[in-house]
């Protein structure tokens, strides 16, 4: 339930309801503006009459949420939230960003070879695999907490900030010291115990759609960070499993324009898990830009014939190059700078 103050309304007439509320186990979460007061009940508002909240001195509406994800939706939330990393990156904001490195962290002279031509290119987010969640417990796994290590002391050597994949709950310490951006997996994007356990960490989280997920459900997911603390979370769609299996997953691009009707959350594209092909990720990153994504997130490899893991979708250092002069010339033509 969404509540408005009038412009006339005072802090007393503001502290009266909230303590009301408060007092009936509802938890406040503030929502205002510089132009307006705007506040949202969370908790098990079925039982609570709207005539019952606008009869308070200084109600201007009160509004009922329809949508099962709360704090996720535009409703709950008018503006969009913009995300700011430690090395002063926005994620939502006028820019869109770019996200780049190797599927997996394979040893520093790797990861360095790679961020140092990132960095050429301006890129100031480095993602990256140190745990690997795979399909088959016979492939590389990645390097776990040493991964970890590297990406912090590569990204550091370049002012980056850091991006990987947490995949369990247990980790959660160990990423806060190194990580800037905790990414959730497709198949983790259900992970309830482990969603809600990231509610309770300060840190960005990026969720990855899940592999059959819908919107709704996605969103859900997002509502379960959110309504346990953490508001800061960005979305990122990866490609859907449909009956097509010429490409790795179907790339759903329509995604970003519905999350942007229904949620304030930033959102970005993942082309290369979506395609599975390096060939087809430039054309599926210009795609994202110009439907309105927020950012993107690439994999980029100097050697991806012998890459550990996902070579065949990686893009090579100068490919990756050339994309970006490419991709660059087209968001500023959208008004919209990637950088």
């Given at each position: 339930?969404?509540?408005?103050?009038?412009?006339?309304?005072?802090?007393?007439?503001y502290d009266k309801l909230v303590a009301a509320l408060k007092k009936k186990?509802?938890?406040?979460?503030?929502?205002?503006?510089?132009?307006?007061?705007?506040?949202?009940?969370?908790?098990?508002?079925?039982?609570?009459?709207?005539?019952?909240?606008?009869?308070?001195?200084?109600?201007?509406?009160?509004?009922?949420?329809?949508?099962?994800?709360?704090?996720?939706?535009?409703?709950?939330?008018?503006?969009?939230?913009?995300?700011?990393?430690?090395?002063?990156?926005?994620?939502?904001?006028?820019?869109?960003?770019?996200?780049?490195?190797?599927?997996?962290?394979?040893?520093?002279?790797?990861?360095?070879?790679?961020?140092?031509?990132?960095?050429?290119?301006?890129?100031?987010?480095?993602?990256?695999?140190?745990?690997?969640?795979?399909?088959?417990?016979?492939?590389?796994?990645?390097?776990?907490?040493?991964?970890?290590?590297?990406?912090?002391?590569?990204?550091?050597?370049?002012?980056?900030?850091?991006?990987?994949?947490?995949?369990?709950?247990?980790?959660?310490?160990?990423?806060?010291?190194?990580v800037d951006i905790i990414q959730v997996g497709a198949r983790n994007m259900?992970?309830?115990?482990?969603?809600?356990?990231?509610?309770?960490?300060?840190?960005?989280?990026?969720?990855?759609?899940?592999?059959?997920?819908?919107?709704?459900?996605?969103?859900?997911?997002?509502?379960?960070?959110?309504?346990?603390?953490?508001?800061?979370?960005?979305?990122?769609?990866?490609?859907?499993?449909?009956?097509?299996?010429?490409?790795?997953?179907?790339?759903?691009?329509?995604?970003?324009?519905?999350?942007?009707?229904?949620?304030?959350?930033?959102?970005?594209?993942?082309?290369?898990?979506?395609?599975?092909?390096?060939?087809?990720?430039?054309?599926?990153?210009?795609?994202?830009?110009?439907?309105?994504?927020?950012?993107?997130?690439?994999?980029?490899?100097?050697?991806?014939?012998?890459?550990?893991?996902?070579?065949?979708?990686?893009?090579?250092?100068?490919?990756?190059?050339?994309?970006?002069?490419?991709?660059?010339?087209?968001?500023?033509?959208?008004?919209?700078?990637?950088?």
């Amino acid at each position: 339930m969404i509540v408005k103050m009038s412009k006339h309304a005072t802090q007393e007439h503001y502290d009266k309801l909230v303590a009301a509320l408060k007092k009936k186990d509802f938890e406040i979460r503030d929502v205002s503006s510089e132009t307006v007061r705007i506040f949202g009940i969370i908790g098990d508002t079925a039982s609570l009459d709207i005539n019952d909240v606008q009869a308070y001195e200084g109600v201007e509406q009160v509004i009922r949420v329809q949508t099962p994800f709360k704090q996720a939706s535009r409703t709950f939330k008018e503006e969009d939230t913009v995300i700011t990393l430690g090395n002063g990156v926005e994620i939502g904001g006028e820019e869109s960003v770019m996200m780049a490195g190797p599927c997996s962290v394979e040893s520093e002279t790797q990861l360095s070879t790679i961020a140092d031509s990132l960095a050429k290119q301006g890129i100031r987010v480095l993602r990256g695999g140190a745990y690997k969640p795979r399909t088959s417990p016979y492939t590389f796994q990645g390097m776990g907490l040493e991964g970890l290590k590297l990406l912090r002391k590569v990204a550091d050597k370049h002012g980056m900030a850091v991006v990987t994949e947490i995949p369990s709950s247990d980790l959660i310490k160990t990423f806060e010291a190194y990580v800037d951006i905790i990414q959730v997996g497709a198949r983790n994007m259900q992970n309830f115990q482990l969603l809600k356990a990231l509610g309770k960490t300060h840190k960005p989280i990026l969720l990855k759609r899940g592999l059959s997920s819908t919107i709704e459900e996605w969103l859900m997911s997002a509502e379960y960070i959110i309504s346990s603390g953490n508001p800061n979370v960005i979305l990122a769609e990866r490609g859907i499993r449909t009956f097509e299996t010429y490409t790795r997953n179907t790339l759903d691009v329509s995604a970003v324009l519905a999350v942007k009707e229904l949620s304030h959350l930033p959102v970005i594209i993942d082309p290369s898990h979506a395609a599975g092909r390096w060939s087809m990720i430039e054309k599926l990153s210009a795609a994202s830009l110009a439907v309105g994504a927020d950012g993107l997130i690439v994999e980029v490899h100097h050697d991806p014939e012998n890459a550990l893991s996902d070579g065949a979708q990686s893009l090579k250092l100068d490919r990756f190059a050339s994309a970006m002069d490419s991709l660059r010339e087209l968001a500023e033509a959208l008004r919209r700078p990637l950088k």
